[in-house]
């Protein structure tokens, strides 16, 4: 596979707008569908990492791999209500990130989810709740979602200046 993509990296981290196909090492890369989810509090959904999982005790934004002949959108509405008990009504793509942790390779296809139908809870058992954006930064995310907190709070921070 290669890049078909305008990207920037950071250390081991790239981020990018489209991709149509990726490979970040040789490694096996894991395809992963992730969901931002927003409340009409401007509150952002998050879990934290269970232990034995890859990253456990981090808090990240749900979802999880695409599994082959899924689209994206489909894995993602599959990952979210196994995961944290929602079904998706509106979403859209935000961002694309790729990052090599050295043992494990991710590519990250994170969506917007605006509009679903439920009420999003830990249902495998893990600590999830609902924070405003700004504080996102007060939780230890793994470093490949680093990229999506600071594009939400950079959106914050663009309204925020246009408010005044």
Request: charged residues 30%; proline residues 4%.
């Amino acid at each position: 596979m290669v890049w078909h993509a305008e990207y920037e990296i950071i250390g081991r981290t790239l981020i990018c707008e489209e991709w149509d196909e990726v490979v970040v090492s040789e490694k096996q890369s894991v395809w992963v569908a992730v969901g931002v989810i927003e409340n009409g509090q401007g509150e952002i959904f998050i879990c934290q990492r269970t232990g034995g999982k890859h990253q456990a005790g981090k808090w990240e934004f749900p979802g999880g791999k695409v599994e082959e002949g899924e689209s994206v959108a489909e894995a993602l509405d599959r990952e979210l209500d196994e995961e944290i008990g929602i079904r998706i009504e509106a979403c859209e793509p935000l961002l694309k990130i790729a990052h090599d942790y050295g043992d494990k390779a991710v590519l990250l296809d994170v969506w917007r989810v605006t509009r679903f139908r439920g009420t999003p809870y830990g249902k495998e058992g893990q600590p999830a709740l609902w924070i405003p954006c700004e504080q996102l930064v007060d939780y230890d995310f793994p470093v490949a979602n680093r990229p999506i907190v600071e594009h939400l709070l950079e959106k914050v921070r663009a309204n925020s200046h246009s408010d005044q």
